[in-house]
């Protein structure tokens, strides 16, 4: 399977405790997006990364979130202390992007349940 | 601020009827590129079409089509001969310099044999 990659798929945790995410993007994929989805909502822009840069970060990835991209290739998003308003989906996406915008393929997400 | 709207929060459809799904967006970019995303029931999104903002043709593939208005910052998803897997959640999404793509809040189609 080629596809974007997330683990685990879902993760339950009570809250304060600390949780990490994974995503592995289309190998040749050089942009990395995180969303976080809630229910019946469109995916809300978390972070963004090309290559190993992190080029933006939204005004919802709080100091309790983290993300990083080593060497480009696979990413990680963490929560510290979480709360329950944590609880979504949590999806990546990632493209291929030389000087133009092309598709972004979405995995299919961690579910995190905060109780 | 850059913003996606999309105004109906559910429609249905008649199985091999058309549907139109609208979408604006509000932006004081010129270069930018538009998508319709589908999202079926506990399934990945998968990209349905898409637009650049540059070129004057509607996109159309297969049974979805657009209609984009740039001047009107509208770009709506036209589905043909609905099918029972077209039902699902679709988004409206926008891309812009910077590459942070936005989503707009979702519709709901039901396709009703």
């Known amino acids: 399977d080629t596809g974007v990659s997330q683990n685990p798929r879902h993760k339950i945790t009570k809250r304060g405790q600390n949780v990490t995410f994974r995503c592995d993007p289309i190998?040749?994929?050089?942009?990395l997006y995180w969303y976080r989805q809630t229910l019946g909502q469109g995916p809300e822009f978390l972070t963004y990364?090309?290559?190993?840069?992190?080029?933006?970060k939204s005004r919802l990835l709080s100091d309790r979130f983290s993300a990083e991209r080593p060497k480009g290739s696979f990413s990680t998003l963490e929560i510290q202390r979480t709360e329950q308003g944590d609880s979504a989906m949590y999806l990546c996406?990632?493209?291929?992007?030389?000087?133009?915008?092309?598709?972004?393929?979405f995995g299919q997400g961690t579910r995190l349940t905060v109780v | 601020a850059q913003t996606v709207t999309q105004s109906q929060p559910e429609m249905s459809v008649q199985e091999a009827e058309t549907v139109t799904l609208s979408c604006t967006y509000d932006?004081?970019?010129?270069?930018?590129?538009l998508f319709w995303y589908k999202q079926p029931p506990s399934r990945q999104m998968i990209l349905v079409i898409r637009?650049?903002?540059?070129?004057?043709q509607n996109a159309t593939e297969n049974r979805f089509s657009v209609n984009f208005q740039k001047a009107a910052k509208s770009f709506s998803l036209k589905i043909s001969d609905s099918q029972l897997g077209d039902t699902a959640m679709y988004f409206c999404?926008?891309?812009?310099?910077?590459?942070?793509?936005?989503f707009g809040a979702g519709t709901r189609l039901t396709v009703k044999p």
């Open positions: 932006t004081s970019e010129n270069n930018y590129y």
């Open positions: 637009q650049e903002a540059y070129k004057q």
């Open positions: 190998s040749e994929h050089n942009r």
């Open positions: 996406a990632s493209s291929l992007g030389v000087g133009q915008f092309t598709e972004a393929f």
């Open positions: 999404a926008f891309i812009f310099n910077n590459n942070d793509m936005r």
């Open positions: 990364f090309q290559n190993e840069a992190q080029l933006e």
